[in-house]
């Protein structure tokens, strides 16, 4: 069955139920980051992003439609806003800035502290970049709005969506409003969490020419919870870039999680390009960010690679040279799924302290009948 396109006219915040709005206000006004799920990522990143969804100053980035859905402390809307306005000033020398860039933003952020400060670094980097007081104040009440960008009412579409959505686990977001979230968004599967549903309404206001610029856990490519979002991007979205980021500094604080960016487009579906654990620096980012893009991919190049076929229906992406996934391919033909053979397969031990309940089966003094014994496996 054919993925439904989920619709721009959300409710409002005064349509929701006052359980629903106290769960809002509960995340909104909650001091601790890890909570929110707010993770901060490195400038090279944010810029490294930027480039890979072709918001670069030598276009006129004032005619595009920009959307940041989570902005946080502003590390991807300060950088958009520096370039919007330089590539503005070279092409439009003349412009008024209000009639040529009111429309140009729309960013969403719902903590109350995070956007009151960010709303006031907007306004002292439009000031300073030579507009006046009124105009940058206007502008940013026309750019920014708080709110939760999953209940929050979007105007048409975008052409490049970009971000870095939260990260929060779903025994961690208010009964009502996880419900909420559950009856909108049909990607808000099983033990997804938040960044699902996130890249699901990112993905529906993108315009025929939009780019989907991302970086959160690469999880969801692989597990159960991710099937439906990767059925929805298999069926109406093309993905055309994808890096791996794990062990690579790309976030301001250490996290558990295994990061990727991805570049989703509404083009007709091609090859993947792929490129694995880049070196965090500007130059080196710079020149991936060239390769990834370049209309053909040299048969030399050594960062980059090509896959046909990435996405197929709700199934897990291969993200692998061809060589093993040919591999896998004749694996599954030939052998039947663990499970089909009575295995039971689980996504790793999480016993909270692993010392303590992880010893040899033999000698460990737990009682026999709750003794499970544990494979482990490491890749060669």
């Known amino acids: 069955m054919p993925f439904r396109q989920l619709s721009l006219d959300l409710p409002n915040s005064h349509s929701v139920s006052p359980q629903v709005q106290a769960a809002i206000e509960q995340l909104a006004c909650n001091p601790q980051a890890d909570a929110r799920g707010a993770i901060f990522t490195r400038q090279e990143v944010v810029e490294f992003i930027l480039d890979l969804v072709g918001y670069r100053e030598e276009q006129p980035l004032h005619t595009m439609r920009l959307l940041e859905p989570s902005f946080g402390r502003g590390d991807f809307l300060l950088a958009i806003i520096k370039r919007l306005l330089k590539a503005w000033r070279a092409f439009q020398s003349n412009g008024?800035?209000?009639?040529?860039?009111?429309?140009?933003?729309?960013?969403?952020?719902l903590h109350h502290t995070s956007f009151k400060h960010t709303t006031a670094a907007v306004i002292n980097l439009l000031e300073s970049d030579g507009l006046d007081s009124k105009t940058a104040t206007t502008l940013s009440k026309r750019w920014l709005s708080q709110g939760d960008f999953l209940l929050t009412p979007l105007d048409g579409e975008f052409e490049v969506v970009v971000g870095n959505p939260p990260y929060i686990r779903p025994e961690l977001i208010p009964a009502p409003l996880l419900a909420a979230y559950r009856n909108r968004y049909r990607t808000m599967f099983d033990r997804a969490d938040i960044y699902i549903p996130f890249i699901e309404r990112m993905l529906s206001v993108l315009s025929n020419q939009g780019h989907l610029g991302v970086i959160c856990s690469d999880r969801w490519m692989k597990n159960r919870y991710g099937g439906p979002l990767r059925r929805l991007i298999a069926e109406q979205f093309h993905l055309k870039i994808y890096v791996?980021?794990?062990?690579?500094?790309a976030f301001h604080s250490e996290v558990v999680a295994y990061p990727a960016i991805t570049v989703i487009t509404r083009e007709k579906a091609e090859a993947t390009r792929l490129a694995y654990r880049p070196t965090v620096e500007t130059r080196a980012l710079t020149q991936l960010a060239?390769?990834?893009?370049?209309?053909?991919?040299?048969?030399?190049?050594?960062?980059?690679?090509?896959?046909?076929?990435?996405?197929?229906?709700?199934?897990?992406?291969?993200?692998?040279?061809?060589?093993?996934?040919?591999?896998?391919?004749?694996?599954?033909?030939?052998?039947?799924?663990?499970?089909?053979?009575?295995?039971?397969?689980?996504?790793?031990?999480?016993?909270?302290?692993?010392?303590?309940?992880?010893?040899d089966f033999e000698t460990l003094d737990v009682e026999g009948d709750r003794k499970l014994p544990l494979v482990t496996f490491s890749p060669a």
């Open 96 to 109: 008024v800035a209000l009639d040529d860039l009111s429309d140009a933003i729309r960013a969403v952020e």
């Open 290 to 359: 060239d390769v990834l893009r370049a209309p053909v991919l040299s048969k030399e190049s050594t960062m980059v690679q090509e896959l046909a076929t990435v996405t197929d229906a709700a199934q897990p992406w291969l993200l692998k040279s061809s060589e093993q996934v040919a591999l896998i391919r004749r694996l599954e033909q030939s052998f039947p799924a663990l499970e089909a053979v009575e295995c039971k397969v689980g996504i790793g031990v999480a016993t909270g302290a692993d010392q303590a309940f992880i010893g």
């Open 244 to 249: 791996d980021m794990v062990d690579t500094p």
